[in-house]
Every structure is written in C-alpha cells, then in structure tokens.
C-alpha cells in the first residue's frame, strides 16, 4: 500500500512538471491553461501582449475583508486654551459641557454663568485597526465644533469613543498637537495651516475588542483597492500556481472585479497560510485615466494614456481696454470753455497662435508634447478637454 501511494505521488509530481514544461499551467501569468470553478478546462492568454505592467505583492494592491477598520466618533472638551477657546454667547453646549463635567467630578456649577475663553468643544475621531485588543493604544484626531480660533496648547479631556452600534470601543484623552497657528493684532490677522484641528498620538486606549474570528476561517475573501478584472485574474493565477506547488491544488477563483475567493487547506492555519500569499509578486493593471481637478489646475496622467495624432492650435487672445480723457483748450481770448474729450485705446494681443501636432504613443511623447505648446496648467486642461471631444484621447477624463 505504501509502494502504490509512492508510486503515484511520483507520478504526480512527474504530471505537473511535464505540464508546466509543456506550458499548460501558468507560472509566470501568460499563457498556458487554467481550470474553471467547475472543474473545466480553458485556455488562458495574455491578455495585454507587451504591456508595460508593474510589478506589486498582493498584500500591497489587496487586503482581507476580514481585517478592516472601524470608525470611531465622540464629543469631548479640549480645555488649557490661552483665551482661543468658544465664546460661550456663540456656542451654548461648550457652556452646557462644562456645566456637565463639573457635575460629573462632584463640583456644583448652578447660579452664575461661565465665562472661561480656555475651553473648546471638539469632536473626537479614530480608526479602530483589526484584530487589535484590548489595552492597545491608537491615534485620534481633534476638530473644533464651535467658534474656538485655536486648539493649541490644550489637552482633550476624558473622551469616549463609540462606534456605529452605539457601544463604547475606545477612550481618548491627552495634549493636542496641530500643525497650523494663528496671530492676530488689531489691525491684521495671520494664520497658517489649520489651527482648529489636530492629533493626539497614541491618546486612546482600547477598551473593547471587535469579535473577530479569524484563525478558524476556512474561506478567504480577498478585497482588491482598485477594482480591475486583468488584476484580479492574474492574482487568481499567481494563488493558483503557488498553491499547486505548495499543496497539490487550486485554492483561488475570482469572483469580480474586485472580489477573489481562497479556500484555505487543511493543517495549516489561516494567518500562516494568508503570510506565505500576501508576498507573491503578480504584474497590476489599471485603466487609462486622466483625472483633472481645475480648482487647483492639477492634472495627473495615467501610464498607458494615448492619444491619436491630432492638430492642436492654441492661443490666448488678450484685450487691453485703456480709457485716456484728453483735456481740451478753446482758443486764446475766445468765448469756449475748457472741456474733457473721451479717448479710448484698444489693443489686441495673441500670442503663441501656432498649429502644433501632437502624437502621444506613450506617456513620455505626450507630456513633452503639452511642454512643447508652452501652455500653463488651465490651457492643458483646455486642450485634454477638447482632444476627448474630438475622439482622440484614449482615456477616461475624470474631472473633480
């Protein structure tokens, strides 16, 4: 018995190197056969032959759906403020917070009304990571609510942090750290970067775990950033591959494009299992995209962006109106007055009128040819517009 099963692990082992000699199992992503979730048999091809694609490991371009985060959100007070707190008139809650705290520490604060220019009202918010326990600590970030002009110098007081179903996760508290500051005189007012919100590093203690079952999974459902059905095959492929090597069988199927499903083996445990994937090297894809945003007059250009030979005249006109009024005399010792006459003077410019032709087989021609036209950031944006109406641009414009 134990001769027979020798004998064919060896043949075994034989079978699949002959294939992957032969080129019916893919180890490299192109070309060869692969295997359907039914158990049939179908030829795969490379889909995009000489494509200049990027290399990345899995655990870059993909992650557990499993393990991800939670937010978390509470109100609190940052107090210790020098006089850039709420103005209690605008912000009525500061008021009715302090009044709360203060009842809270056994301090009675009925009669008389607070007046303190060193408390601010904030609201609280942080990611709760995966699989973290109780005890750890995490980074939270601090926004004004009310009418504070700078969180700078307080500390957050005792704040709990809940999550979507109401339960108390975590609690925040510590000095806040910002990156702006304000200064401000009685006749001018300086402020740089935004005051009136911040961090406190490692401010919140985990006081709650989220219930997370991850050892005992035997299903992996992987979750791809940016959804593309060339990607996620070629990450089923490379799953595949290592899993046939590693323990005999296929264990990867895509589901979309973004979803990937990874039945776990036996005997080996699901973070061990999803360690030895997550370092695999498979080549990403994306679409070509060109994303625009004209508030900022930023343009940014995906790699495989082509645009089919066009010719492109662009020329800003310019119109200078000047008003000049000429003062005119009436003659020596006649009866006219001085009177003023209208002159307007009109001038035309356009520069830079040329017809240029652009070509852009690849991403270097076709930013050295918008540097060509020597036009600034708004006139690019004019121009890709215009080309993607015309029908040569082969890309997505994404305008923001």
């Known amino acids: 018995m134990i001769r027979r099963l020798l004998i064919m692990a060896v043949a075994t082992a034989l079978g699949v190197q002959a294939a992957f000699a032969d080129g019916l199992i893919r180890k490299d992503g192109r070309g060869g056969a692969g295997v359907n979730g039914d158990g049939s048999e179908y030829e795969q091809r490379d889909l995009y032959p000489g494509q200049n694609l990027v290399p990345s490991r899995i655990k870059d371009i993909a992650q557990l759906q499993s ?13 210790g403020l020098q006089g850039s707190g709420d103005s209690l008139r605008n912000s009525p809650f500061t008021e009715q917070s302090i009044r709360a705290m203060l009842e809270n520490l056994g301090i009675a604060s009925e009669g008389g009304r607070a007046r303190a220019k060193n408390v601010a009202a904030v609201i609280v918010t942080a990611n709760l990571p995966p699989f973290v ?5 995490i980074d939270v970030s601090v926004s004004s609510l009310g009418d504070a002009v700078s969180l ?13 179903d109401g339960e108390i996760y975590a609690v925040a508290q510590g000095p806040v750290f910002i990156s702006g500051f304000n200064a401000q005189g009685e006749a001018e007012q300086i402020t740089q970067g935004v005051p009136t919100s911040g ?3 490692n401010g919140a203690i985990i006081e709650r775990q989220v219930e997370a079952e991850f050892g005992d999974v035997g299903k992996l459902t992987l979750q791809l950033r940016n959804a593309d059905f060339s990607t996620a095959v070629r990450i089923t492929d490379a799953i595949n591959d290592y899993a046939l090597e590693r323990f005999g069988k296929r264990v990867a199927r ?8 990874i039945q776990k083996p036996q005997k080996i445990s699901a973070a061990r299992f999803y360690a030895e994937l997550e370092n695999l090297v498979v080549e990403s894809d994306m679409p070509a995209r060109v994303v625009v945003d004209e508030r900022t ?10 645009i089919s030979r066009v010719a492109i005249s662009h020329g800003t006109l310019t119109v200078r109106i000047t008003e000049m009024p000429r003062v005119v005399q009436p003659e020596p010792f006649s009866r006219g007055r001085t009177a003023v006459e209208p002159f307007t003077a009109i001038e035309t410019d356009q520069p830079d009128g040329r017809v240029a032709i652009l070509d852009g087989p690849n991403l270097e021609t076709l930013v050295s040819g918008l540097n060509r036209l020597g036009v600034k950031p708004d006139g690019i944006i004019a121009i890709l517009q215009g080309i993607k109406s015309a029908g040569a641009l082969q890309a997505e414009l994404v305008l923001q």
Do not use: C, F, H, W
Request: charged letters at 20%.
């Open 67 to 79: 393990a991800r985060d939670n937010q978390l959100v509470g109100y609190g007070l940052v107090i």
């Open 133 to 137: 326990q109780s005890g750890a600590r």
């Open 152 to 164: 700078g110098g307080g500390v957050l007081v005792m704040t709990p942090l809940k999550a979507a």
């Open 199 to 201: 961090r406190v590093p």
């Open 254 to 261: 895509e589901q979309d494009s973004r979803t990937v499903i």
């Open 297 to 306: 007059g930023t343009i940014v250009i995906g790699n495989e962006v082509r």
